[in-house]
């Protein structure tokens, strides 16, 4: 079980981003939404990395550890490409998408650590280790 935990946050994120490319139920957020984005995720990371220090059970190199800083690190270059304008008005349903999917994942990722526990994700390699 402990395993296929990490693969949670993957399945919900690609969910939700083709879940929202493909089905276009979502109307398109405002630039206000890619601005705010683009502020909280930086916090988010900085918290995150700031956990890690202070919580010597969390490994930094399990899959949702790693999940969560490229989930957030995706998230906050959707947002910031969004909020510049840079890709144009073409490129607004995909960047919406992504910085949602990117949320969704980082969220089940973090709700997994709190959740189950940081020996519930901390991998084989890891519980090994503390075993000795």
Known sequence: MKAHVGWIPIVVAAGFLMFTVLFDVFELPDQD????????????IIAFAVELGREP???TSTLVTVQLFVFLLGGELAALLGASGALGHHANDLLAA???????????????????????????????????
């Open 57 to 59: 059970r969390l490994n």
């Open 33 to 44: 939404y890619y601005g705010t984005a683009a502020q909280i995720i930086p916090v988010l």
């Open 98 to 132: 992504g910085t949602s999917a990117a949320l969704a994942g980082g969220f089940v990722a973090v709700a997994l650590i709190a959740l189950l526990g940081p020996e519930a994700v901390m991998g084989q390699r890891r519980a090994r280790a503390g075993g000795r």
